[in-house]
């Protein structure tokens, strides 16, 4: 069962953003950072997409798992 996830990042809501992160829905906050919202299958799947943010340089402020 997947389990639904909010990323708040440091980084605008770009359309390189989305394309690097497909299983999120990327949506800009107020203040100009980015908001992923998606569905993870596993934990595995959480911590690589984790690991991508970390490759790219792109900071993480919050970790959300959604009920």
């Known amino acids: 069962m997947s389990k ?3 990323l ?3 980084a605008s809501a770009s359309p390189f953003l989305a ?3 497909p299983e999120f829905d990327v949506e800009p906050e107020d203040d ?9 299958v596993d934990d595995a799947a959480l911590h ?3 690991q991508r943010l970390q490759n790219l340089q792109v ?3 919050a970790v ?4």
């Open 32 to 40: 100009g950072r980015a908001r992923m919202v998606g569905s993870l």
């Open 48 to 50: 690589g997409a984790l």
């Open 19 to 21: 394309a690097a992160f």
């Open 8 to 10: 708040r990042v440091g």
């Open 4 to 6: 639904r996830y909010l």
């Open 59 to 61: 900071e993480l402020l």
């Open 64 to 67: 959300t798992r959604l009920e």
